[in-house]
């Protein structure tokens, strides 16, 4: 992967998406070297959580490679945007909790990115936007999707029909994004809220994230019924048991196993 960094510390995984020259814009190479990273993680059963960022100093992704979508047919756009769907709802899907550290730019499919990760936090720099409407598109990554759930479909229906950006301190009031911080501060809380993450049961976290997301595509009769079964699966761990154990006998429990 040439596009997208890949770094493990303990049991945490930093990606950084690497085309500052065009502020990270989603090429095809990147969505596929962001393909790479999604198996790879995936394949490792030592990574707990996943932070994602952007490199350089401007953006966490400014978008779609517009260069790149300029000449596209029908049949292309489509499949361009099959390509990015595919990608980012196998990056929600992940097993693993994933934290957008957004370190500047997120327009159009850099915002639908951040999306598709469980958790935004962003620079005080930080610029969110899906600016598609105002290029004679519509967002394609999943943006008309994503935005009206986490938002509610008044404000993603403002921000999808105006083009315009907002800057970090709306995106905290609407709640796109969980917390603002100085830039220079912002991948150390990334990372430190990862390794928090990372010191819980792994199966438990894991099983809360499937939990939520299956959960929210339900109705409540449902939901609660996945929850039921998430709940009792954790029963067959062994780090159920020290956790418990330990409450028990009034000590810190061992580091989890992942078992
Ligand atoms: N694509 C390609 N190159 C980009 C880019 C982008 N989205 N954003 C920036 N760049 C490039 C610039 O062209 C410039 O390249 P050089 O001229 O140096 O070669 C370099 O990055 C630096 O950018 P600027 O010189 O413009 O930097 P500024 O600080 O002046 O401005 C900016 C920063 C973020 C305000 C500006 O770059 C900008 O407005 N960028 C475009 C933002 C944007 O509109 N993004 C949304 C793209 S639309 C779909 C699939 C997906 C999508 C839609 C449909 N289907 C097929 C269904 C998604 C669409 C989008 O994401």
């Known amino acids: 992967m040439t596009n997208v960094l890949l770094e493990k510390k303990d049991h945490i995984a930093v990606a950084t998406i690497n085309r500052p020259k ?8 990147v969505l596929e070297d962001l393909n790479e990273l999604v198996e790879q993680v995936k394949a490792d059963e030592d990574i707990y959580a996943l932070v994602l960022t952007g490199a350089g100093e401007k953006a966490f992704v400014a978008g779609a490679d517009i260069g790149e979508m300029s000449s596209l047919t029908k049949a292309e756009g489509e499949s361009f945007g099959k390509k990015g769907n595919d990608v980012f709802r196998k990056l929600e899907t992940l097993p693993i909790p994933t934290i957008a550290a957004v370190n500047g730019f997120a327009l159009g499919g850099g915002c639908e990115l951040a999306m ?3 958790i935004r936090l962003c620079a005080d720099s930080a610029v969110f936007g899906q600016p598609e409407a105002g290029l004679g598109i519509t ?6 999707q994503r935005l009206a759930r986490l938002v509610g479909p ?3 229906k403002q921000m999808i029909y105006t083009a315009k950006n907002i800057k ?3 995106a905290l009031r609407i709640g796109l994004v969980n917390a603002i911080y100085p830039v220079e501060e912002l991948m150390p809380a990334a990372e430190k809220m990862a390794a928090t993450i990372a010191k819980n049961a792994p199966i438990a976290v894991r099983a809360c994230k499937k939990a939520i997301n299956d959960g929210l595509q339900v109705d409540m009769d449902q939901a609660i019924v996945i929850e039921e079964k998430l709940f009792g699966s954790c029963f067959e761990t062994a780090d159920q048991k020290e956790g418990m154990s330990a409450f028990l006998e009034k000590r810190k429990h061992e580091p989890y196993q992942n078992k």
């Open 168 to 170: 970090a301190d709306e």
């Open 116 to 118: 598709s990760c469980d």
């Open 22 to 29: 065009a502020l990270n814009a989603l090429n095809s190479q």
């Open 154 to 156: 008044g404000m993603a």
């Open 139 to 144: 967002p394609g990554f999943g943006g008309t």
